[in-house]
């Protein structure tokens, strides 16, 4: 299949770790911040959203921190897994319902 | 298959030709979105209807691009006199009515333009 993760900055994890991928926003009127997972030849596919509102968020095996102070977003994936290995996205929920993109992180991980 | 789906899947093309992509979304889906991706960015916003009406289109969106959703279904994205930049993925997404952050993609029509 073709490559999404060409140029993009890359994360290797053993199976089995904790992995952390991060991301910095700029728009501090977004009202949702979201992670998507894109594997190769396939559309992006939604992993889990935080509102603004709110710090911390969990989801199964996953978890989003939101440090609005700093603009920060991260992505905690616990027991990463052979499957979790694709690229990943954090986008912002701006006016319209339009999703913006951030630039992505290639994760690989290593059996 | 419940899904989006989009057609072609992959569409080769000489300069100055024009192309039609499809997008059917989810069917009570009423939000429908393009998007276009090159290798190694982020997909970038093209356009967004609800139902029929389209109500916002990026700057990205030259005179030679054009989406329709003529009857709040399927939607086509039309790009005219092809240019070798125009060469990407071109992702529809669709979503629901209670916005949950969530969209779904489809797997994308890719272009190429020789």
């Known amino acids: 299949g073709e490559s999404v993760g060409l140029h993009l900055p890359t994360l290797s994890v053993q199976e089995g770790d904790n992995s952390i991928i991060n991301c910095a926003y700029s728009n501090s009127a977004s009202d949702y911040f979201i992670w998507y997972k894109q594997e190769s030849g396939k559309g992006p596919q939604f992993i889990i959203d935080?509102?603004?509102?709110?710090d911390k968020r969990q989801g199964q095996r996953v978890t989003v921190l939101l440090n609005k102070t700093v603009k920060h977003l991260s992505l905690q994936i616990a027991a990463t897994q052979p499957g979790d290995s694709a690229v990943y996205f954090c986008a912002e929920h701006g006016g319209y319902q339009k999703v913006t993109f951030g630039t992505g992180t290639k994760l690989q991980v290593i059996p | 298959d419940t899904g989006v789906s989009q057609d072609p899947r992959h569409k080769i093309t000489k300069r100055g030709q024009n192309v039609t992509f499809r997008c059917d979304p989810i069917s009570e889906h009423n939000r429908l979105y393009w998007y276009r991706q090159t290798l190694g960015q982020g997909p970038e916003f093209l356009t967004y209807?609800?139902?029929?009406?389209?109500?916002?289109k990026s700057r990205l969106l030259s005179d030679r691009f054009s989406a329709e959703r003529p009857k709040g279904s399927f939607s086509t994205l039309e790009i005219q006199r092809t240019e070798q930049g125009d060469s990407a993925m071109y992702l529809c997404?669709?979503?629901?009515?209670?916005?949950?952050?969530?969209?779904?993609f489809g797997e994308g029509s890719r272009l190429t333009v020789l």
């Open positions: 997404a669709s979503s629901g009515q209670a916005w949950k952050g969530e969209l779904f």
């Open positions: 935080i509102r603004s509102n709110m």
């Open positions: 209807f609800q139902n029929e009406a389209q109500l916002e």
